[in-house]
């Protein structure tokens, strides 16, 4: 007699482990984001001996600061909406290699005429960076990683500019600060042929990337196609982006003095010739805050809802830049003075992924669009701040810029009382409210 084998159920496939290819992706929009504000800031640490060297009034070292916020506004809509168009992989290689070349021509002119030229067009060029990051971002993580996801990126930018100061003032005293400049533009081109060849517009065009992965990133939904229409009326008519704009705006025109003038006035305000360490500070905890700043707003995304949440971070972290920014200002002490520079600029970087989140939450398929209509903003009040703190460093009132700077970082923590990223700009098919909780 034969005895049969009991009866069970078929088993079932475990389920797959999820592929990681979207943290990939991260890693090179980190590497993005560091060179970004390398070849950014290092014109404010070369400006002295630019100065110098040029024969440079600050009004006219103003101008040209200016011209590379106002090229880089100007073209930060359109470079924004060609990457939801066409997507960030070719729109951000289009755009490291233009940023590139103009940053190495930025160390063979000999005139302000020519110098102002070539910041402008330096600036078209990087016009639009961050919002393809965003772009990315949008496309290949979920809702609930996204403001982390940005944290990174612009931890990054803290590092870039953490690294700036003190790789170019060592370079340009071996080297002179015109060869600094041609270094960092070629760099720029290895990273956009990487790019180019390795990264895909969405994840199920990379090879990869799994069934588990893809649930991960879309929550369950397809991924919905780029959109070939930008809902300009709904854009305009949006008092929700009009109040994110304006308080990019009024935080765009007080950090510029950070990215271009920090150095200029260490030297002439607080007689630190080796200014190096000290201008790196405020990067360098930055992009710590960064990184606290993106996990803290998902955090409170998941305890309070996107109303809420976004809201605290922006109202904490921008609010809480003003008496940093205060004590420099009342300080008799050098080295206060300095840490509570870097501390303001600290505390509105803690925002910092919060606002760009912000974005990606109201603008969704359009996060591009969305973006570069904020940072056009930041950029036009950034250009404005070059040339008054340049009229003002010539009049020896550092103390009014400083006190303008604050009052920019208070004007965009009360606009947070009325931003509410729980409502987009165009509602996907179904889609719940987000700002509950």
């Known amino acids: 007699m034969i005895r049969e084998k009991p009866y069970s159920l078929p088993e079932s496939d475990p389920p797959l482990q ?10 090179m929009l980190f590497l993005l984001s560091i060179l970004t504000f390398l070849d950014r800031v290092c014109i404010g640490s070369a ?15 103003g101008g ?15 470079s924004g909406w060609l990457g939801d168009r066409f997507g960030p992989r070719r ?3 289009r755009i490291v290699i233009w940023w590139s070349v103009f940053t190495a021509l930025t160390g063979r002119v000999n005139s302000f005429q020519g110098l102002w030229i070539t910041r402008f067009l330096f600036g078209a060029g990087e016009a639009g960076a961050y919002p393809n990051s965003s772009c990315a971002i949008a496309r290949w993580f979920p809702f609930v990683e996204r403001a982390r996801a940005q944290a990174v990126v612009w931890m990054a930018s803290g590092l870039g500019g953490a690294i700036a100061p003190l790789i170019v003032v060592p370079l340009q005293r071996q080297f002179g600060w015109r060869n600094v400049f041609t270094v960092f533009g070629a760099i720029g081109v290895f990273w956009a042929i990487g790019w180019y060849l390795w990264f895909r517009d969405r994840p199920e065009q990379k090879r990869g990337v799994n069934e588990s992965e893809m649930q991960i990133i879309h929550g369950g939904a397809s991924s919905p196609s780029s959109p070939t229409v930008i809902p300009w009326k709904v854009l305009v008519t949006s008092g929700n982006l009009w109040a994110v704009i304006a308080g990019y705006f009024a935080s765009g025109y007080a950090v510029n003095f950070y990215f271009f003038w920090l150095p200029t006035y260490l030297v002439e305000v607080h007689g630190i010739q080796n200014f190096a360490p ?12 960064n990184a606290f700043g ?14 809420w949440g976004r809201r605290t971070v922006g109202l904490l972290g921008l609010g809480g830049s003003v008496p940093f920014v205060l004590l420099s200002l009342a300080s008799h ?19 910092l992924p919060n606002c760009w989140a912000v974005c990606l939450d109201i603008g969704r398929r359009h996060s591009g669009t969305v973006t570069g209509c904020m940072n056009t903003a930041a950029q036009i009040g950034g250009a404005i701040a070059a040339t008054v703190v340049g009229y003002l460093a010539g009049h020896k009132q550092w103390s009014l810029a400083i006190l303008a700077m604050a009052l920019g970082f208070l004007i965009s923590a009360l606009l947070y009382l009325v931003i509410d990223a729980s409502q987009p700009l165009v509602p996907e098919r179904g889609e719940q409210d987000q700002g509950r909780g």
Request: aromatic fraction near 12%; charged fraction near 10%.
């Open 18 to 27: 999820p592929s990681r290819v979207r943290y990939r992706v991260l890693g």
């Open 47 to 61: 400006a002295p001996l630019m100065r110098r060297d040029l024969g440079l009034t600050t009004l006219q070292m």
């Open 91 to 93: 729109m951000l290689t």
């Open 278 to 289: 000290y201008a790196a500070l405020p990067f360098l905890l930055g992009a710590f805050a």
């Open 64 to 78: 040209i600061f200016s011209a590379f916020s106002l090229a880089y506004g100007i073209f930060e809509v359109p």
């Open 333 to 351: 002490s050098t080295p206060l003075a300095v840490i509570s520079l870097a501390m303001g600029f600290a505390s509105a970087n803690f925002a």
């Open 294 to 307: 993106g996990w803290t707003s998902d955090a409170l995304v998941r305890r309070m809802g996107l109303r």
